[in-house]
């Protein structure tokens, strides 16, 4: 585009420089020397503007829009707002860093995509109506494990547990249905009970160096 051309485009564009009243839908309010006038967002100013904001407009013709953000003397947190989908592309590493909290929230989803994804900190809670976890491996490891579900059904071909010590009560009843049952102890096997009854189909089998029965 020649000079010339670009004299013909721009020609009409007066900018000046105003302070914001109020910025509402029905668009943003700037005072300026020659009075209050309405001002649209430019495309470019995501940044929303707040009372008393000085600001950079831009007239042409009749239309006039509020370029960018110049200085703000208040408190107000900035507001960075989008009238359609966002997409962000860093070629290098990205950071977002707060000194307080952070938030991140979608109205139907939120997805993290990476080769490795990594959650610390002192405290992490995860709420939600449905939790579900898939990986080839899981290892888990914590100083103490507290879990508390109305219903925990567990589905694995090998469970293996080892512990130095292993309590566990039940108040109501408790059900084991196996194909092979092998209960062994190194030192004392104490089962008790107000009744107890063993049955076998075939054999009932006790075999030890001394047998005691009452």
């Not at 950079?56 to 960018?68: D, I, P």
């Not at 694995?156 to 010590?165: K, T």
Request: aromatic letters at 2%.
């Amino acid at each position: 585009m020649s000079l010339t051309e670009n004299s013909r485009v721009t020609q009409g564009i007066i900018q000046g420089v105003g302070e914001v009243e109020k910025n509402g839908e029905a668009g943003v309010m700037v005072s300026t020397p020659h009075g209050i006038v309405r001002a649209r967002l430019a495309f470019s100013c995501l940044v929303q503007p707040v009372g008393g904001d000085i600001v950079l407009l831009s007239w042409r013709g009749a239309e006039c829009f509020v370029l960018s953000i110049l200085e703000r003397h208040s408190e107000a947190p900035v507001e960075m707002r989008f009238d359609r989908s966002l997409s962000m592309r860093v070629d290098g590493d990205s950071t977002i860093e707060a000194s307080g909290g952070t938030q991140l929230g979608g109205g139907r989803s939120v997805a993290l995509k990476a080769a490795a994804v990594e959650v610390s900190g002192t405290a992490v809670e995860i709420n939600g109506e449905r939790l579900s976890l898939v990986g080839r491996a899981v290892n888990w490891l914590a100083d103490t494990v507290d879990g508390t579900a109305r219903v925990i059904r567990q589905v694995s071909d090998v469970f293996a547990l080892r512990a130095r010590s292993h309590t566990r009560q039940v108040e109501d009843m408790e059900l084991v249905r196996v194909g092979h049952l092998d209960l062994r102890a190194d030192k004392i096997l104490n089962v008790n009970a107000e009744h107890a009854i063993v049955k076998s189909r075939q054999l009932v089998k006790l075999d030890g160096k001394q047998i005691q029965v009452g």
